[in-house]
């Protein structure tokens, strides 16, 4: 998956918006609450979620790992996007 990809399937969510935090974040939001945060700049493309419901289910998947500044609110880690590849395939 591409952050173009990632980017298309965010924006189909209603409400959400898409600005830069932190001078090279694309955060993902909704009524001016982050749900997705994106590294484009890095290699691989990493990201982080807040699945409320499969926190616990995808911090012990390879590949994902506990946000330690934001695991208070239940985000998680993605070391690579494409990891998305089979779950939004299949959505």
Not at 45 to 68: M, V, Y
Request: charged content about 20%; proline content about 7%.
């Amino acid at each position: 998956m591409t952050i173009e990809d990632l980017q298309a399937i965010c924006q189909r969510l209603p409400g959400t918006t898409e600005d830069i935090k932190w001078d090279t974040h694309l955060c993902f939001n909704v009524g001016g609450k982050m749900y997705l945060v994106t590294s484009p700049d890095e290699v691989p493309t990493t990201a982080s979620i807040a699945p409320p419901e499969a926190f616990e289910t995808l911090e012990s998947s390879p590949g994902f790992s506990r946000n330690k500044h934001l695991v208070r609110y239940g985000w998680v880690n993605m070391d690579n996007i494409h990891l998305l590849t089979h779950a939004a395939t299949t959505a």
